[in-house]
């Protein structure tokens, strides 16, 4: 049997989020490994492990990859959840740097001071009703199947249920002007994989807090 993918990163969200739920969606059992102290990093670094000295770094089918793309992209082709044509890669690629960017706002968010937080949140709310989810709606209302590319399951949906739900902690009655949108979210909601990933106790990560801050600036040593 083959050893499971490890995940090398933070006890949060952050960028190992979006690897989280792909892995999650394919059904993939994976383990994880916290960076909590300065001296796993430096461990890492010195190892040769972190080929930008960055993390997400991921240990898979005997690799060790970093850059959140570059994962994502093999995880998705590893397990048939990136389209069946390079017509498709290439719309399941729109969708999700579309999701990656609002995303990104909402990762942002929680590092801003209490005085600013505010105005950002009707940023990411006004961003995701006027400009990303009327993209996806419209993508769904058009099309007689259940996914936004082709006829299965794909990464671009995995990112688009997991961008609705991060919205919707946020604003939870975003969606109420798409119903398209809302049904999507349920039929996802219910893919048994998915499913799984969503109930208490998975390895599905909550909201940032103040520790997560506290605990990335200890490892990379930043003020």
Partial sequence: MAEKPKLYYFNARGRMEPVRWLLAA???EFEEEFLETREQYENLLKDGYLLFQQIPMVEIDGLRLVQTRAILNYIAAKHNLYGKTLK??????????GTTDLMGLIRAHYKLPPEEKEKNLHLIVDQATKRYFPVYEKVLKDSSQHFLVGTQLTWADVQLIEAILMVEEMEPTVLSQFPSLQAFKMRMSNVPTI??????GSQRKPPPDEMFLLTAKRVFNRK
């Fill in 88 to 97: 498709e890669r290439a719309i399941i690629d729109m969708y999700v740097e």
């Fill in 26 to 28: 394919a059904g993939v």
């Fill in 195 to 200: 499913k799984k990933f969503l109930q208490p």
